[in-house]
């Protein structure tokens, strides 16, 4: 039996392939009778029951606090946020970084896997 640590964005009941993926492999990894605990950044109580009910253990990693930037406006106003959203997504993956400084914090607490 080993310990296994899965990271993911993307969990039951959300409804999307990554979160379809990570839903299914973690039920199989502790039908297989192995310790997982899953790291994330959503919890709502529905996840909560269904962890429960395949026996995971589901641990939260944090609330995401970047603001995404909102394509509103009109005229150049509206191509300046577009051009800045753009950029910032292309050359340092803005507000998805924000995910590596949570992910390293919260590996600082798990050791062992």
Known sequence: MKSILVISRSFYPDNSPRAFRTTELVKEFSRQGHNVILLTTKLSPSQQKYVDDINIEIKSMGVIS?????????????????????????????????YMFMINKALKKYKGF
């Open 66 to 98: 970047w603001p995404t930037i909102n394509i509103v406006g009109r005229g150049l106003f509206l191509y300046i946020k577009r051009a800045l959203r753009r950029i910032l997504q292309l050359s340092i993956s803005y507000p998805e970084l924000q």
